[in-house]
């Protein structure tokens, strides 16, 4: 997933049938610091739903390079915040929380092993 709200107020993903991205309805974007002092960014997006955002050239696959089994699901919500997972941790103390230094770093949350990935259930 790329945010890129900076630029186009847009969310796009990898390989998926909506070239132009999808608009963001929602984005909220905190830090919180625990109990040890640890400092977690917390984030929620959710994005328009999809049909907004439909291709002219759309293909009538059934798989994910389609837009109807996107429609199928809406729209999409990436969220520490709705689940209650907790973020992800950025700084082990509020002492070593730079946040000049993080604004420049792609952080990458959750990354699927290539090996355990199947391009069947992307989800």
Same mark, same amino acid.
């Given at each position: 997933m790329q945010y890129t709200e900076r630029m186009t107020g847009l969310i796009t993903f990898e390989g998926?049938?909506?070239p132009n991205g999808h608009a963001i309805k929602d984005f909220e974007w905190f830090a919180t610091q625990e109990d &040890?002092?640890?400092i977690f960014f917390q984030l929620h997006l959710e994005a328009e739903n999809y049909w907004e955002s439909k291709p002219a050239n759309d293909n009538e696959d059934? &798989?994910?390079?389609?837009?109807?089994v996107w429609e199928n699901y809406e729209h999409c919500i990436v969220s520490s915040v709705q689940w209650g997972n907790g973020g992800f941790k950025v /700084?082990?103390? /509020?002492?070593? !929380?730079? !946040?000049d230094k993080v604004i420049d770093?792609?952080?990458?949350? &959750?990354v699927l092993d290539e090996a355990s990935s199947d391009d069947d259930d992307p989800g």
């Open positions: 998926n049938p909506y &040890d002092g640890s059934s &798989d994910w390079t389609s837009t109807i /700084a082990d103390s /509020a002492a070593s !929380f730079d !946040f770093q792609t952080l990458a949350v &959750d």
